[in-house]
């Protein structure tokens, strides 16, 4: 089955720096990869996701890119903020009926 | 719109005991998932369904599990007996068939405020 990688665990930059979480997939059939967003206390948010037919996107301060040749998409921060901080979750989808394979995650602390 | 609906929002029980978590998903939205979240496992897909019928259960940890969608408004998880390594936040998350809405609704899943449950 599915398995989705991310790099790093913990992450921490200084306030207006960026940040960059990276991830693997292994299922070559993955073609839908949503990033999602869990604030303290709350449960994940969808915050940007990508096709497998873009290569990359972006939202204002937020971008992903994809390479499904080597299996990987990364998530992009720029000019981080102290609200950034969260963990973050990339995650991978065969087709509208599969499930989501989620990564394990990672924290990310901006700090002031 | 309220969202996807989980009560109790904190639950604190004996081992032994049985605990149930309660559901309401976003109206409209035919998927229902049901996901653990703990330190040492992150977030995992204990089992979902697709119009009211359980789809894939393989996360489910075992027999001591249960978990029902009796209507398109309504799901629980049961755990009994519970033990203590239960304990963790349930969270459970709700999706629009996909095709339905906008495109960016396709399989993007709303989730839970989450239940926090302690089992002593």
């Known amino acids: 089955g599915e398995n989705v990688e991310q790099h790093p665990s913990t992450l921490s930059v200084q306030e207006g720096d960026s940040a960059v979480i990276k991830c693997t997939y292994s299922?070559?059939?993955?073609?839908?990869f949503p990033w999602y967003k869990q604030e303290l206390g709350k449960g994940p948010q969808l915050i940007i996701d990508?096709?497998?037919?873009?290569g990359e996107k972006k939202d204002q301060r937020i971008a992903v890119t994809l390479n499904k040749t080597a299996k990987h998409f990364s998530l992009h921060i720029t000019e981080t903020q102290p609200e950034d901080s969260a963990v973050y979750f990339c995650?991978?989808?065969?087709?509208?009926?599969?499930?989501?394979?989620f990564g394990p995650g990672t924290s990310l602390s901006v700090i002031p | 719109d309220a969202g996807v609906i989980q009560s109790p929002r904190h639950e604190v029980t004996e081992m032994g005991q049985e605990v149930t978590l309660r559901c309401k998903p976003i109206s409209g939205h035919n998927s229902l998932f049901w996901y653990r979240q703990t330190m040492m496992r992150g977030l995992e897909l204990l089992i979902y369904f697709n119009n009211n019928v359980p789809i894939d259960d393989s996360g489910m940890p075992e027999d001591r599990f249960s978990a029902k969608m009796p209507n398109a408004s309504f799901s629980t998880l049961k755990i009994q007996p519970s033990e203590p390594r239960d304990s963790a936040v349930y969270f459970c998350?709700?999706?629009?068939?996909?095709?339905?809405?906008?495109?960016?609704?396709?399989?993007?899943?709303?989730f839970g405020p989450g239940t926090r449950l302690t089992v002593l």
């Open positions: 995650a991978a989808v065969k087709t509208s009926y599969d499930k989501v394979i």
């Open positions: 998350a709700s999706s629009p068939t996909p095709g339905q809405g906008s495109p960016s609704s396709y399989n993007e899943q709303f």
């Open positions: 299922d070559s059939a993955s073609n839908y």
């Open positions: 990508i096709r497998s037919n873009v």
